[in-house]
Every structure is written in C-alpha cells, then in structure tokens.
C-alpha cells in the first residue's frame, strides 16, 4: 500500500506493473480499504454524476448566490461558445461547465470538492468536458478521477490543498494538476506524462495568492476556476506533445509549499489583501454585509 507522499512512486508502480496510475490506485484503495474494487469505481461515478448535475444547474441564466456577486456567466459563457469565439467552441464550453460549478457552489449548490468548493470547477471543467465532446466514455472518466485523486492526496500530504495554508495555488493550482494529469491519462498518456502535466500546472500556478472579496468564495474565486481549467488543458497537452518539466514534479510540490509557507498571511484566505483589500473590493463587501 502507498501513502501518497509522492508523484515519482505512483509513477514507478505503474510503469512496474504495466498499467495506468488509475488502476494502481484502484488497487491499493481497494486493499486498503477493504472495499470491492466494483464498489469504489461505483462511488467514484457517484462523484462524477455530481458533477454532471452541477455543470446542468450552474448553467441556468436565473442562477444567483445569495450575496448577489456571482451568477448567470456560465449561461453567457456556452452562449458565446456557439460562435466558436478565439479559441473555439469547445474550450469555450470547458469555460462555461467550470462557471457553471462554481457558481453552483456559489448559490450552495451540491458540488465535489476537488480538491476544495474554491477550486470545484476545474476538474469538472476538464473532465466533463472530454466526456460530453465525446473523447472518452464514461468508464474512462471515472477511472480518471481516481488519478486526479491520488495526485490530490500527494499534494495534501507533501504540501497543502487549503487557501488558508497556501494560498490560491494550493487550491486552484493544486486542482489544475489534478485535471491535466487525469487529461493525459484520458488521452492515453504514460504515468512520466502524467506526472509532466503536474509539474507543468504547478508551475503556471506558483504564488497564487487568495484574496476573496467579502471573504466569499466567489471574486476572484469563479473566475480562477476557469483559468486553472483552461491551464490544464494547455498542460496536458505539452505533455502529451512529448514536452517534459525540468523539475520534477515531486520538486515543484515541495516548491509550492515553501511558496505557501513564506506568503503573507494577508494572503491567505483573511480577505485582508489583493484583489479583497481594493477600492472596489471593500466597497463589494460594505455592499453585501452593510
């Protein structure tokens, strides 16, 4: 059994036994948790069906939070998709199903927090996306989160997956690696692969700071979803163009913890600066708590 503290043994495991991260993951939590492997791919698909609903839900044009901030852009976001925009429709619709979670989240909606509510939107963004374009079937998808889902412990236990410890990168940043690593596995990529979109997504989300106005988890919260979506994508795809990390990932875990660790508590979840401490954003929040 593993105990996830890093990227390289999944990675070793995998190539060792010939098979996907998903799978070895799928074995070990079976034998750790003394729970039919059938059992545990049922309950991953019960996470992955929660994500459909919310990516349904989040998209209807009514859809407001309760402090009013956030609302309706997933509906303009896939109506902007029909017309294939700059980077084409169906990143565009990827855009739309992680507003369309976060929102939902926004409004207490019933989401998957993956690994966080702040960062719910991204790993629905990526995966749901492959599955609704109709790159993958739905068996694929669920084995998907399962690696998703190991990267997420590794980064849980190596450095951390709260804003309040780490900032933005440690939930945004850290569900963006999630997503492009489960993306390259989808698209059948090897584990070293796998591990080069992680690394990669880290990367592009090092020192990301969490600043939310009002202290919700709505500005900049819904908005960064959509750019970790659209990273993951952009990442997986070096990876799966052969494009390596010259750290390895297992590095640029501990890198990100020690980003974390020297950030001002301003930062980190207190609203007390960034985007939270403006003009604007102190007059958001006089708006919302009087």
Do not use: W
């Not at 990529?189 to 709505?218: H, S």
């Amino acid at each position: 059994m593993f105990d996830y503290k890093t990227i390289e043994e999944l990675c070793a495991e995998a190539e060792k036994r010939g098979t996907s991260i998903s799978e070895v993951v799928l074995a070990d939590q079976s034998e750790e948790m003394e729970i039919a492997s059938e059992d545990l791919f049922s309950r991953m698909k019960t996470n992955l069906d929660v994500m459909l609903k919310a990516v349904e839900e989040g998209r209807k044009p009514k859809l407001k939070s309760a402090s009013g901030l956030s609302g309706g852009d997933a509906h303009k976001m896939e109506c902007y998709a029909e017309s294939g925009g700059i980077t084409g429709s169906f990143m565009n619709r990827a855009m739309a199903r992680a507003l369309a979670v976060s929102e939902y989240n926004a409004a207490m909606g019933k989401i998957v927090a993956a690994p966080t509510a702040g960062a719910c939107g991204i790993l629905p963004g990526t995966i749901i996306s492959v599955l609704k374009e109709g790159l993958c079937d739905e068996k694929s998808a669920v084995m998907a989160l399962f690696t998703a889902g190991a990267i997420g412990m590794v980064i849980a236990n190596k450095a951390s997956i709260s804003g309040a410890q780490g900032g933005c990168q440690a939930e945004c940043g850290s569900a963006s690696a999630m997503a492009a690593g489960a993306l390259v596995e989808l698209k059948g990529g090897t584990p070293r692969q796998v591990a080069a979109a992680c690394a990669m997504a880290i990367k592009n989300c090092l020192g990301l700071v969490c600043d939310p106005v009002a202290g919700l988890v709505e500005i900049p919260c819904i908005k960064r979803n959509v750019a970790g979506t659209v990273t993951a994508f952009a990442c997986a795809e070096m990876a799966l163009a052969g494009i390596e990390s010259k750290i390895p990932v297992d590095e640029c875990i501990a890198a990100m913890r020690s980003v974390g660790d020297a950030m001002s508590s301003l930062l980190k979840e207190t609203a007390l600066g960034g985007l939270a401490a403006t003009p604007t954003g102190q007059e958001l929040k006089r708006r919302v708590f009087g």
